[in-house]
């Protein structure tokens, strides 16, 4: 059972206060320095004004990034599968091959 710990992040130069896992401290912190990063960058665009809109953005802009990742490996293992049935049935038709041979 994992310790609760409340650890400092600095977002878009402010500070909040989360807590989380003892185990999932390195996570968090990675988490909260891709959003930064993100945060800053739609600000520095300067195309979206307030602090709420840029974060709503910048979750927009992860949770596309996710789907279409997730999206990406579901195409990903949609080909696998269709290879490995492919190959199943090669393999099925040389072993159907080679044991009429030694009839």
């Not at 990406?72 to 038709?93: F, G, M, P, W």
């Amino acid at each position: 059972m994992s310790d609760k710990k409340s650890l400092d992040v600095t977002i878009l130069g402010k500070q909040y206060r989360i807590g989380c896992e003892a185990d999932h401290e390195e996570a968090l912190l990675n988490a909260a320095r891709l959003l930064d990063g993100r945060m800053k960058e739609i600000r520095t665009s300067g195309k979206v004004v307030g602090t709420e809109r840029i974060a709503v953005m910048a979750a927009l802009n992860l949770a596309n990034d996710l789907l279409s990742n997730e999206n990406t490996s579901a195409d990903a293992a949609s080909a696998a599968n269709k290879r490995v049935r492919h190959l199943r049935e090669r393999i099925e038709i040389a072993l159907n091959d080679s044991a009429q041979l030694e009839l």
